[in-house]
T-cell receptor, first 114, second 113 residues
Framework: KAGVTQTPRYLIKTRGQQVTLSCSPI?????VSWYQQTPGQGLQFLFE???????NKGNFPGRFSGRQFSNSRSEMNVSTLELGDSALYLC?????????????FGPGTRLTVL | QKEVEQNSGPLSVPEGAIASLNCTYS??????FFWYRQYSGKSPELIMS????GDKEDGRFTAQLNKASQYVSLLIRDSQPSDSATYLC?????????????FGSGTRLSIRP
């Protein structure tokens, strides 16, 4: 079974631009979560989608948004990029996102904001 | 107080020895606990999950959970150089809510030959 895939793997943008990242979950998985990983803050939860609905949200500004499609693929968007948005963005999928569900991570998208 | 706390390390362990990684969490109602391994430049990969008090063994890895002490640990027996990585402790604070895994900052483990 194919794993979680993320595209693109690397991105370079400038301040003020916007960016869209894509995540395809493991086949059959309906929950997709997004995380931001930086050396200073570690892995931080952004949001989780299930059946095209955002079910949970972390403490990030409204510039960070996402959506999920009927095939469970998910996208996240960051508008008006800031230097501090440079990070590794990881998505993780799980069957239904319940408390005991295991999340499987994709390879990540490395975003650099100049 | 951080929700999930780990010693950042680095923890240096000789090859063949037991590596012991520790994690404490703040939400007493937490039900699900995970250990992920992350190599530099790679994404986290799940090593173990544990939900009940006690020990859970999988090959060279043993996870230990003590809910009364709000403590979870990972033991790696017969440590190998390939075990050198950052180990992330993760907790799902509630049993039935949507996924909102809280990660610790990770412990860097170095296995010296």
């Amino acid at each position: 079974k194919a794993g979680v895939t993320q595209t693109p793997r690397y991105l370079i943008k400038t301040r003020g631009q916007q960016v869209t990242l894509s995540c395809s979950p493991i086949s059959g998985h309906r929950s997709v979560s997004w995380y931001q990983q930086t050396p200073g803050q570690g892995l931080q939860f952004l949001f989780e989608y299930f059946s095209e609905t955002q079910r949970n949200k972390g403490n990030f500004p409204g510039r960070f948004s996402g959506r999920q499609f009927s095939n469970s693929r998910s996208e996240m968007n960051v508008s008006t990029l800031e230097l501090g948005d440079s990070a590794l963005y990881l998505c993780a999928s799980s069957l239904d996102g319940t408390g005991v569900d295991t999340q499987y991570f994709g390879p990540g998208t490395r975003l650099t904001v100049l | 107080q951080k929700e999930v706390e780990q010693n950042s390390g680095p923890l240096s362990v000789p090859e063949g020895a037991i590596a012991s990684l520790n994690c404490t969490y703040s939400d007493r109602g937490s039900q699900s606990f995970f250990w992920y391994r992350q190599y530099s430049g790679k994404s986290p990969e799940l090593i173990m999950s544990i939900y009940s008090n006690g020990d859970k063994e999988d090959g060279r890895f043993t996870a230990q959970l003590n809910k009364a002490s709000q403590y979870v640990s990972l033991l790696i027996r017969d440590s190998q150089p390939s075990d050198s990585a950052t180990y992330l402790c993760a907790v799902n604070p509630t049993y039935s809510s949507a996924s909102k895994i809280i990660f610790g900052s990770g412990t860097r483990l170095s296995i010296r030959p």
